[in-house]
């Protein structure tokens, strides 16, 4: 794919969803980096269920900290992974206590540091939280890149280091929310809805037009 489909995309994208944002509901860094640690292998929506009760208990590092492991897991027990996530965002409010003054850090290391936080995470962070232009890159944002040729990889790593590359840079900052809820409502991964996709004319996406007329046709990977 060359720079000019690519900024196209981009440009398409924008004029759809000007100020895209994330779909987890949080005021604080600190909320949305325990909403960013749920949310991993779960739904946004049944992190939002569980947090608007938790946060309306505890929503500093103290506050959660306090709480301890038994309880908090009582608030997040509706999500996947629930006992691992608690031991992890308990550990996380400890070291933000010690170590950063019960803040958030605003560095890749220092987040990548705190227990649960990879490095899809910190990106996520620093990109909604602080504002950085980063492009954190989950199953969504991976499939979309490869599937439309807009940054073809074998890993997300890979991917990452080419959207970091390729996507122009006035389109960094908002990158993310683009991808991401493109992937999550119209490229999906068994049935693309390519009919209603605002860039079907300059995607690569070979099989396209095959999953618009072939009903039966099977799931596309």
């Known amino acids: 794919m060359n720079s000019s489909k690519r900024f196209e995309i981009f440009s398409r994208l924008r004029a759809e969803n000007p100020e895209p944002t994330t779909e987890l509901v949080y005021s604080t860094p600190f909320e949305l980096l325990v909403a960013v640690v749920l949310s991993a292998q779960a739904t946004d929506k049944s992190v939002n269920i569980a947090t608007k009760l938790l946060f309306q208990e505890a ?23 629930y006992k691992t996530k608690s031991k992890n965002i308990i550990a996380t409010c400890k070291l933000l206590i010690k170590n950063h003054d019960s803040c958030v850090p605003q560095t890749i290391e220092e987040l990548e540091n705190l227990p649960g936080v990879g490095h899809k995470t910190a990106n996520v962070i620093l990109n909604i939280a602080f504002g950085k232009p980063t492009i954190a890159v989950d199953t969504h944002i991976f499939r979309v890149s490869n599937r439309t040729g807009l940054a073809v ?25 683009w991808l991401i809820l493109h992937g999550r409502y119209v490229c999906k991964a068994r049935k693309p809805e390519c009919n209603k996709c605002i860039i079907k004319d300059i995607c690569d996406f070979k099989k396209k037009i095959l999953t618009i007329n072939t009903p039966n046709l099977k799931p596309i990977p």
């Open 153 to 177: 990889g074998k890993n997300v790593s890979e991917v990452e280091l080419k959207l970091l590359r390729f996507v122009p840079k006035q389109f960094h900052q908002n990158a993310h929310h």
């Open 59 to 81: 929503n500093t590092p103290e506050s959660i900290f306090s709480l301890g492991e038994t309880k908090l897991r009582e608030y997040v027990k509706s999500i996947g992974l």
